[in-house]
Nanobody
Framework: EVQLLESGGGLVQPGGSLRLSCVAS????????MYWVRQAPGKGLEWVSS????????FYADSVKGRFTISRDNVKNTLYLQLNSLKTEDTAIYYC????????RGQGTQVTVSS
C-alpha cells in the first residue's frame, strides 16, 4: 500500500522559511518521479514542483521558482521541499504526490503565511 506522510508545515511570517518532508513507503521510491502539489483555500490542486528519480532534474511552477527547492533522499525514502521568501499567497495545504495532478497524495501539511 502506498503511503505518503508529510510534515513540517506551520505558521510563518511573510519572508520566512519552512522545510517540508514527506516519508514514502509501499513502493520503490527511488524509481519514481515525485511531486509537490498544493491547495489554497477555496481553490483546486496546483502543481508546485517535481523531481526525477535520481534527484538531478528538478522543475518548478513559475510562482515558486527561485524561492522553493525540491530535493530527495533515496536512502531515507524521503522527499523535501524548502520554502524560502514565503508570501501570503503561498498559504495552502501542501501534499507530496506520485503524479502532477495529485491523484495519489498524502494527507498534507498546512502552511500558513501571515503577519
Amino acid at each position: 500500500e502506498v503511503q505518503l506522510l508529510e510534515s513540517g508545515g506551520g505558521l510563518v511570517q511573510p519572508g520566512g522559511s519552512l522545510r517540508l518532508s514527506c516519508v514514502a513507503s509501499g513502493f520503490t521510491f527511488s524509481s519514481y518521479l515525485m511531486y509537490w502539489v498544493r491547495q489554497a483555500p477555496g481553490k483546486g490542486l496546483e502543481w508546485v514542483s517535481s523531481i526525477d528519480p535520481s534527484g538531478i532534474s528538478t522543475f518548478y511552477a513559475d510562482s515558486v521558482k527561485g524561492r522553493f527547492t525540491i530535493s530527495r533522499d533515496n536512502v531515507k525514502n524521503t522527499l523535501y521541499l524548502q520554502l524560502n521568501s514565503l508570501k501570503t499567497e503561498d498559504t495552502a495545504i501542501y501534499y507530496c504526490a506520485l503524479d502532477a495532478s495529485g491523484a495519489v497524495r498524502g494527507q498534507g501539511t498546512q502552511v500558513t503565511v501571515s503577519s
